[in-house]
């Protein structure tokens, strides 16, 4: 019985072959079709002949099948190569869509405005700050220092940041203007990338206040490669503290800071620089002061203090922000990605405007990110989760908190190397920064504030507290030469490097220690900025220049109001700048 139940009995095999209902059919009934039998349903419908059915041998079905399908076959890959299908329609394609190439037309450029025609006064050089006597004072050695008020010129403040330009009529399509450079030239701390109250000489060298703790940067921002300066502290804590003198003659603090980094604070007070306390040599970092310099040890008046600071590639800097960075693999391409010829992308959306006698790009400068501030100042009521817990590290999930590996500031006193007080340096490249949204009426910078001006990077920065005054020097005569660049900038009197000193060659199995990048003083990159900022004024030119299809074209007009590719509401005038003291 198990057996009978088991095995069901093989049905007849029909002569003919009967298509079960249940299949889909191959093609849409026709319009005129109709039942061959007339039913209650449909009582008008007319009897038609059904059609013979023709049997065909095995041979016959299977030849008359393989035929049918090497049929389709065919016009299948006929279909796929046309690209259509039967109806007409896109047929799917079984690998994915080439990647589409954006035209050059679609690609971000810098905004332009409608201004007037320059005045002739514009094509004269940019002059630099009115220099007015403040005081003096006597520094370490007993030298007298005096230090001015500097006027008539503008102040980098409430998100806008300023650099001098001319007039220049080799530039009809950027509206004639242009970058420039006013005295004195070369790398010295910022005249305009300063807070208020901060006196300088007229080197630009030597830096003091009678007010609290507040900063200023130099006209030098570095964004790889490995670079060295020097401060000297010529009015801080005494050196040799006798009885009746007072504890000191002010404070100071010297660091690296970006450009989000508070001019009105000091060095270290925020998540966007870093700084060093003359009191007990401490390192400062988000506002929070912890020890460095061994025990006893404080920053005083005739010391020297060299900040060494180090950065990886633009290439690997660009992965680390995009979340492209692998560590297994990047790491060890870092000495070929030093060799890589990819340049950055440098978009400036800047306006000339007019201050007193001098003309100025004005452009949005970058602003504080919520990510870093709440990483300075974390609420405990906040709900935690997993981004903002994580500490900062190449990989995170935020751009903001995204650091550079193989970075790091060492920090030297009268030549002596004290350690290494940061590593891992917070990223600065966009999406990493950003820069401040605004709409003005029609105007808005939306979509455009993760651009890169070329103004970013790690800049010197000191900050002094009533009556400290420091000295910076940015070589190339250093007091206390790092090891290694004393025998790098050995030079003759007439500035050629000394031939008797042997070449050191690099052995390619040396150890990493010997594989570092060159340092360098910061004062060569002054030279290589004005370099990267002549280039890009002729890359914006000659963009402009074809979109203009190959003309100038005089943009001054008021027939022009309506061309396309100018900024809504563009200025028709050149604007006025006012600045409260």
Not at 439 to 464: H, I, M
Not at 510 to 538: C, F, S
Request: charged share 30%; net charge negative.
């Amino acid at each position: 019985m198990a057996t009978d139940n088991g095995s069901p009995r093989r049905e007849h095999t029909p002569s003919a072959t009967i298509i079960p209902p249940t299949l889909p059919q191959k093609r849409a009934l026709e319009d005129d079709h109709v039942p061959a039998v007339s039913s209650p349903l449909n009582p008008d419908a007319k009897t038609i002949q059904k059609p013979q059915v023709q049997i065909q041998t095995p041979d016959e079905t299977q030849a008359a099948m393989s035929r049918e399908k090497r049929a389709k076959k065919d016009s299948l890959k006929k279909r796929e190569a046309k690209g259509t299908a039967p109806g007409g329609q896109d047929s799917s394609r079984t690998t994915p869509d080439p990647k589409k190439v954006d035209p050059i037309g679609n690609e971000l450029a810098p905004m332009r405005y409608l201004l007037a025609r320059p005045k002739p006064s514009d094509f004269e050089q940019s002059r630099g700050p009115v220099f007015t006597s403040h005081h003096d004072v006597q520094g370490p050695d007993g030298e007298a220092i005096e230090f001015f008020e500097t006027s008539e010129h503008v102040f980098n403040k409430k998100n806008y940041h300023y650099t001098h330009c001319i007039a220049d009529p080799t530039f009809p399509s950027m509206f004639y203007y242009r970058g420039t450079e006013p005295e004195p030239y070369g790398a010295h701390m910022s005249f305009e990338d300063t807070a208020s109250h901060i006196y300088f000489d007229k080197a630009g060298r030597h830096v003091t206040s009678d007010k609290g703790f507040r900063m200023t940067r130099a006209n030098v921002a570095v964004r790889e490669g490995r670079w060295y300066w020097e401060c000297k502290v010529t009015r801080g804590i005494l050196q040799d503290r006798k009885e009746g003198d007072p504890e000191s003659h002010g404070h100071v603090r010297i660091g690296w800071a970006r450009r989000e980094a508070s001019l009105d604070a000091p060095v270290g007070f925020d998540a966007y620089s870093y700084g060093l306390r003359d009191v007990q040599g401490q390192k400062v970092h988000m506002s929070r002061p912890k020890d460095f310099f061994p025990p006893g040890e404080s920053i005083k008046e005739g010391d020297v203090i060299g900040l060494e600071i180090q950065l990886p590639s633009e290439s690997l800097h660009r992965k680390v922000v995009t979340g492209q960075f692998n560590p297994a693999v990047d790491l060890l391409d870092e000495v070929e990605a030093e060799k890589s010829i990819e340049a950055p992308n440098i978009i400036r959306d800047r306006v000339p405007i007019r201050f007193k006698s001098n003309i100025y790009f004005e452009r949005i400068d970058y602003a504080p990110t919520k990510e870093l501030e709440d990483l300075m100042n974390p609420s405990p009521m906040a709900p935690g989760s997993g981004a903002s817990s994580e500490a900062p590290n190449p990989n995170h999930a935020l751009p903001a908190l995204r650091t550079l590996p193989k970075s790091h500031i060492k920090i030297y006193k009268n030549g002596k190397l004290m350690g290494t007080p940061w590593t891992n340096l917070m990223a600065f490249l966009p999406p990493a920064s950003k820069i401040q949204h605004q709409e003005q009426g029609k105007s808005t910078n939306a979509g455009r504030e993760f651009l890169d001006d070329g103004s970013l990077g790690y800049s010197p920065a000191v900050s002094v507290f009533r009556g400290g005054a420091v000295e910076v020097n940015f070589g190339p005569d250093f007091w206390y030469p790092p090891p290694g660049m004393e025998k790098n900038n050995t030079t003759t009197k007439d500035g050629d490097a000394n031939a008797d000193e042997d070449v050191v060659m690099k052995d390619a199995d040396a150890p990493e220690e010997q594989k570092q990048p060159e340092l360098r003083p910061v004062y060569e990159r002054y030279d290589e900025q004005i370099v990267e900022d002549i280039v890009y004024d002729i890359i914006d030119e000659v963009g402009f220049w074809m979109a203009d299809a190959g003309k100038v074209r005089d943009r001054t007009g008021k027939g022009e109001k309506g061309v396309a590719g100018l900024l809504p509401g563009g200025r028709e005038e050149i604007k006025e700048l006012v600045q409260d003291d």
